[in-house]
């Protein structure tokens, strides 16, 4: 938008069309205000509707966007409330999101998916709700189907010690690892067993 042949601000044509600017108008200064705060907010929807489209995120991961972006904390303030009435934003629907998702392409145990919850900014009583009914030794027996096939050649202790080190990383605690270690060997020993 220009002001007297000089550029004032940039605004969006839509927001333009939507105050109903006209070429020639006169525009207060309050006005000028309201256009560049308008278009101040319009921008950050963008940038938060992009952020989104790759996949849905925390409302800390959204702030952080935002803050990184040069927002104040009002303004994010603003967006964050557009993008919950919007049904864009929902921690509880993000942490599903994420425990399902890790569920299946890469099973961990609760606690470890508590914690990458609690660092994408989850409240505390979220991620209990979201993990209650998170079953470690399922969680374990998948993660580890995949990697003991490779290992299948392996002798006993080879097989053990790294499964166990697979399953390790992924936050297992000793007695499921055993557990799980143990089933997988048998099942892949038994004739019809998971490796023939």
């Known amino acids: 938008m220009f002001l007297d042949g000089k550029f004032a601000v940039k605004l969006d044509s839509e927001l333009a069309v939507k105050k109903g600017l006209k ?27 992009l952020f989104l489209s790759y996949r849905p995120r925390s409302e800390a991961e959204m702030k952080d966007r935002l803050r990184r972006r040069g927002y104040e904390d009002s303004k994010i303030e603003i967006i964050i409330n557009k993008l ?14 994420w425990k399902e998702n890790r569920d ?24 209990k709700e979201v993990t209650d009914d998170s079953n470690d030794m399922q969680s374990a027996y998948q993660a580890a189907l995949r990697k003991s ?24 605690g000793y007695t499921v ?10 099942e892949m020993k038994e004739p019809g067993g998971i490796n023939d």
């Open 177 to 186: 690892i055993n557990q799980t270690v143990k089933i997988l060997w048998q």
């Open 84 to 97: 919950k009435e919007q049904n864009l934003l929902d921690d509880t629907a993000f942490a599903r999101f």
């Open 23 to 49: 070429v020639g108008e006169e525009i207060s200064d309050d006005r000028i205000k309201e256009l560049t705060e308008d278009t101040e907010l319009a921008r950050g929807l963008n940038i938060a509707y």
């Open 149 to 172: 096939q490779h290992l299948a050649n392996q002798d006993y202790e080879v097989f053990r010690r790294r499964l166990g080190d697979y399953l390790q990383q992924r936050g297992f």
């Open 104 to 127: 299946t392409f890469r099973p961990r145990s609760k606690r470890l998916t508590g914690l990458e919850l609690k660092k994408k900014g989850v409240a505390d009583e979220i991620i």
